[in-house]
């Protein structure tokens, strides 16, 4: 059956990059096919240049309320972060597929800023999800969140893409 599902992506500040903000738009309007498709980038905390610790922490945890203010009740989130669990396209289908079949409407994918998600937004996400061990640039890590997310529908739905 069809899986009309919403997808937030909530991804800290704004793409620099013209040629990332075009890959994420494209990606964006192809997810369109298969789910509702929401973008927010919520602004991240300006640190200085070598930030201590807990200047960082506490800019973490302003982020995370920024982050928070996008996610509705209910919905599933997902945290983008180096020790979450890899998983293959047709895995990240899968349990796409799994949370619709679950009656899930909402699904976030919450990108924290340089310095990642605080450990509490964390923790209180459903999911915790690694892209990969390789270290990306944000903006890259951002566009190849958004295939991904469409190349999973695109197998839920049968559609040549994938292929």
Same mark, same amino acid.
């Given at each position: 059956?069809?899986?009309?599902?919403?997808?937030?992506?909530?991804?800290?500040?704004?793409?620099?990059?013209?040629?990332?903000?075009?890959?994420?738009?494209?990606?964006?309007?192809?997810?369109?096919?298969?789910?509702?498709?929401?973008?927010?980038?919520?602004?991240?905390?300006?640190?200085?240049?070598?930030?201590?610790?807990?200047?960082?922490?506490?800019?973490?945890?302003?982020?995370?309320?920024?982050?928070?203010?996008?996610?509705?009740?209910?919905?599933?989130?997902?945290?983008?972060? #180096?020790?979450?669990?890899?998983? +293959? /396209?047709?895995? =990240?289908?899968?349990? @796409?597929?799994?949370?619709? &079949?679950?009656?899930? !409407?909402? #699904?976030?994918?919450?990108?924290? +800023? /340089?310095?990642? =998600?605080?450990?509490? @937004?964390?923790?209180?996400? &459903?999911?915790?999800? !690694?892209?990969?061990?390789?270290?990306?640039?944000? /903006?890259?890590?951002?566009?190849?969140?958004?295939?991904?997310?469409?190349?999973?529908?695109?197998?839920?739905?049968?559609?040549?893409?994938?292929?």
């Amino acid at each position: 059956q069809e899986i009309i599902m919403n997808v937030n992506f909530i991804a800290m500040g704004k793409l620099k990059e013209s040629y990332f903000r075009e890959a994420c738009a494209e990606y964006s309007k192809r997810l369109g096919a298969f789910a509702r498709v929401s973008c927010a980038e919520p602004a991240p905390v300006d640190l200085p240049q070598n930030p201590s610790a807990a200047q960082i922490s506490q800019a973490l945890e302003l982020e995370a309320s920024r982050i928070r203010e996008h996610i509705k009740p209910a919905s599933y989130t997902v945290a983008l972060c #180096v020790e979450g669990k890899e998983l +293959s /396209s047709e895995a =990240l289908a899968d349990k @796409l597929a799994e949370l619709g &079949n679950r009656g899930i !409407s909402t #699904v976030n994918f919450a990108v924290g +800023s /340089s310095f990642g =998600l605080s450990e509490e @937004l964390k923790r209180s996400a &459903n999911f915790r999800m !690694s892209m990969s061990t390789m270290t990306f640039p944000h /903006s890259l890590a951002r566009v190849m969140l958004y295939e991904q997310v469409y190349r999973a529908f695109s197998i839920i739905n049968n559609s040549k893409y994938h292929k």
